[in-house]
C-alpha cells in the first residue's frame, strides 16, 4: 500500500502558526521523497509573497517558517537571514542549529576564514541560551549545547554535561550522538561506533549519526557500509555538505560516476558560493566519457612497484654496490633514469659492473635509461637531507592525516601508500595527478596544508 503524502501546504500555508511538533511532520514529509521537495520550494514561493504584503506580526511567523523550511532544504544561509528575523523560543533553537551546520560546513566551504567557524558557534551557544530562557526543552537544548563545546574543543565541558543528564537522557537519541561524538573526539572509534548505533537505534532517522556511522567505515575502507549510511543520510534532511561530498567520492572510487555527479550537482545547487563543488561536478562528468580499463591501472600499479624494488633486494659485487650508493641511486626505477655511460663515468665502475646491472634489470624486464628513452627527463629521485635538526626530522615523520585534508585528497594518500609527511614531499605533483579521482582541486588543496608546516611537494 502506497504511504499517503503528507500535505505540506497545508502544514505551512493553512495554518498560521508554527509550532515544534509540526517541524517533525516537516521532515516526515520531505522524506518522503523528490516530490514533497518540489512541493516545499512551491510553497516557499507562497510565503515569500505572503511576506511582501503581511503586517509585521504576520511577518515574524512567516520568517519562522520560511527559515525553518529553508533549513531543511539545505539553504542555511537564507534560513539564518529568516530565524533571525522570527520570535520564540522554535525560531532561536533552529537559529541556534542552522549557524553549528554552517561551522561545520566551513571545511568543504571556499573564501571562508577560520575565525568564521568561531563567529557561528559563539553565535549558536547564543541562540541556544535565548531558546532555553524562553522555554524551549532544556535537554535537548543541553545537548546541542554541548555539541557545541565539543566543536569548540571544549570536550571536558561537554562531558560535563552530559554527566549530568546521563540519568534524564537514557532514552534520548541525541544524547547518545553527543556521547558518541566525544568518544571520536577522544580518539576512542569503537566506543564513538556503539553509541552512534544506540543512537540509531533508538532514532532510525537520525542523520547525524547515521553520517558518523558512514565516515568511520569510509575511514576503515568499508566502502560498501559506508554508502550504505551515506545513502541513509539522504532521506533525512538536511542532508549536510559533509555527506554529498564522501559520497560523491565514494561513488567516484566505485566508478559510479553519475551518481557522484548527482551528489556534487546537489551542492552547487544548494550553495552557488561552493566553487569546489562546481570542479568536482566537471570531474565527474568528464570521467563519465572516459574509458576506464581496470586491467591497465593493475598493469600500471605492478609496473610501478616493480620501479620501487631497491637495489639492496639483490646480491651485488662491493664495488657495484659502492658506485650505486655514491650515485644516489637505490631503487630499479632509478637505474632507468641514468644511461650507461653516466654509470662508466663513475669511479671504480666498469664493464664487469655493468654487466651486472644489466642482468638484475632483464630479470625484471627493464633496461638501464629505459625511462629516458621514453621521454622522461633524468632527475633522481629526492633524497632527505641527512643533516636534518631533530625539529625537521620530527616534522617530516608527522603522519599525513595531520593535513586534515579532504576525503578525495585522503583516499589518494592512501592509494599511493602515503604514510608521511616526508613520503608526501618526495612526490611531484605530477605523481599526484596520475592517482585515480585526484585532480586540480586536490593538488591545491595539499599544497596548502604543506605550507602549514613550510613544506613544499618536490619539484614546487
Known amino acids: 500500500m502506497t504511504e499517503s503524502l503528507i500535505d505540506l501546504k497545508a502544514l505551512l500555508v493553512e495554518r498560521e502558526d508554527f509550532e515544534g511538533g509540526m517541524v517533525n511532520r516537516l521532515r516526515e514529509g520531505l522524506a518522503q521523497g523528490g516530490p514533497q521537495v518540489r512541493n516545499l520550494k512551491d510553497i516557499l514561493d507562497t510565503l515569500t509573497k505572503r511576506l511582501a504584503v503581511a503586517a509585521a506580526p504576520q511577518q515574524k511567523k512567516i520568517h519562522l517558517k520560511l527559515g525553518i523550511a529553508s533549513y531543511f532544504l539545505g539553504h542555511v544561509r537564507t534560513a539564518i537571514d529568516h530565524l533571525k528575523q522570527a520570535d520564540g523560543p522554535l525560531a532561536a ?12 560546513a566551513r571545511p568543504y566551504a571556499e573564501g571562508e576564514a577560520a575565525n568564521d567557524t568561531t563567529d557561528h558557534y559563539d553565535a549558536a551557544i547564543k541562540a541556544f541560551d535565548r531558546a532555553e530562557k524562553s522555554g524551549y ?4 537544548v543541553q545537548l546541542q549545547r554541548a555539541g557545541v563545546l565539543r566543536l569548540q574543543n571544549h570536550t571536558g565541558e561537554a562531558k560535563t554535561i552530559l554527566t549530568k543528564l546521563k540519568d534524564a537522557a537514557a532514552h534520548n537519541a541525541e544524547y547518545y550522538y553527543q556521547e558518541g561524538a566525544v568518544a571520536e573526539a577522544e580518539g576512542d572509534v569503537p566506543r564513538a561506533a556503539k553509541y552512534y548505533e544506540r543512537a540509531v537505534e533508538l532514532e532510525p532517522r537520525h542523520a547525524a549519526a547515521l553520517f ?13 557500509e ?10 533525512y534532511p538536511p542532508v549536510g555538505k559533509g555527506v554529498l561530498y564522501n559520497l560523491g567520492v565514494l561513488y567516484e572510487d566505485n566508478d559510479m560516476y553519475d551518481k557522484a555527479a548527482d551528489c556534487y550537482r546537489r551542492l552547487a545547487k544548494a550553495d552557488p558560493r561552493d566553487e569546489r563543488a562546481k570542479l568536482f561536478v566537471k570531474d565527474a562528468e568528464n570521467s563519465l566519457t572516459m574509458h576506464y580499463n581496470p586491467e591497465d591501472e593493475q598493469q600500471s600499479v605492478a609496473f610501478r612497484q616493480v ?14 654496490r659502492n658506485c650505486l650508493k655514491r650515485m644516489n641511486i637505490r631503487t630499479l626505477g632509478d637505474l632507468t633514469r641514468v644511461t650507461e655511460s653516466q654509470l662508466l663515468t663513475s669511479k671504480n665502475f ?21 625511462s629516458l628513452e621514453q621521454g622522461q627527463q633524468y ?72 605550507t602549514q608546516f613550510n613544506l613544499k611537494l618536490r619539484g614546487d
Open 226 to 235: 559506508a554508502i550504505g549510511y551515506y545513502e541513509r543520510c539522504l532521506k
Open 137 to 140: 526543552a532544556a535537554q535537548q
Open 212 to 224: 558518523r556511522l558512514g565516515f568511520l567505515n569510509d575511514q576503515q575502507g568499508n566502502d560498501h
Open 379 to 450: 632527475e633522481f629521485r629526492y633524497r632527505p637531507q641527512q643533516n636534518l635538526s631533530p625539529e625537521e626530522q620530527a616534522v617530516l615523520n608527522k603522519p599525513v592525516s595531520d593535513l586534515n585534508l579532504s576525503v578525495r585528497a585522503r583516499k589518494c594518500m592512501n592509494r599511493l601508500n602515503i604514510g608521511t609527511l616526508g613520503e608526501l614531499v618526495q612526490r611531484t605533483a605530477d605523481e599526484l595527478l596520475e592517482a585515480k579521482n585526484f585532480g586540480m582541486t586536490s593538488l591545491n588543496e595539499v599544497r596548502e596544508r604543506l
Open 93 to 104: 533553537f533552529w537559529l541556534g542549529q542552522a549557524h553549528v551546520a554552517l561551522g561545520q
Open 307 to 320: 620501479m620501487e624494488i631497491p637495489i639492496t633486494d639483490f646480491e651485488l659485487s662491493v664495488r657495484s
Open 350 to 370: 666498469g664493464e664487469t659492473s655493468l654487466e651486472e646491472i644489466r642482468a638484475i634489470m632483464n630479470a625484471k624486464g627493464l633496461r638501464i635509461g629505459q
